[in-house]
């Protein structure tokens, strides 16, 4: 599968694209350690991020949101790369499941870990946090809901503060895999 749209040189960008693509390099993101760099041998923006390029204004709000919800939440890294590689093996984003799977396994998630997130095996965390991450993500992408039940529990466990960052969480990574699918964004 090719990609549908070209990924932007840094020199073919104008002048608010470059803003944006400067941002990114300079934002939190910069210093994550990932599979591959954020740009490639061309400095052409990889995944979501080149995309992003294509309105500025909108590709700015959404990669504000996108620290916020890695950056500035109640998760720790390992619970929240639990819920996006939920996420990714759900959407069968590859490009999400390639970078993340990566951060996770920096996170201190397994092997075992990953296979079970991603075959959607029966599986669950000793933390209880984690597990309520789990299922609760799980629900959630696979319904679009949670049932009272579920609710209830993720509100004891996680808190409603937590609850409402997860939801956001999802949501952000489910829009980036429908843009990455679109497009056919596969690097």
Excluded at 88 to 94: L, M, N, T, V
Excluded at 153 to 162: F, P, S, Y
């Amino acid at each position: 599968m090719h990609a549908r749209v070209d990924a932007l040189r840094p020199g073919d960008m104008n002048a608010e694209q470059r803003e944006l693509y400067d941002r990114v390099l300079s934002g939190p993101r910069a210093n994550v350690p990932r599979p591959f760099p954020l740009t490639d041998d061309e400095g052409r923006l990889r995944g979501p991020f080149n995309a992003m390029l294509f309105s500025p204004k909108l590709g700015n709000a959404l990669q504000e949101l996108g620290a916020a919800v890695r950056f500035q939440t109640e998760f720790t890294a390992r619970q929240r790369e639990i819920a996006i590689l939920v996420v990714a093996a759900h959407e069968r984003s590859e490009f999400e499941w390639k970078a993340h799977s990566h951060i996770g396994r920096e996170a201190g998630l397994t092997e075992d870990d990953l296979d079970g997130i991603r075959t959607g095996a029966a599986s669950s965390f000793e933390d209880p946090v984690e597990d309520a991450v789990l299922t609760v993500t799980r629900e959630f992408v696979a319904t679009g809901d949670l049932t009272d039940d579920r609710f209830a529990e993720a509100v004891r466990v996680l808190g409603l503060t937590r609850l409402y960052e997860l939801v956001t969480l999802v949501g952000y990574y489910r829009m980036l895999a429908d843009q990455l699918r679109v497009l056919r964004v596969t690097d």
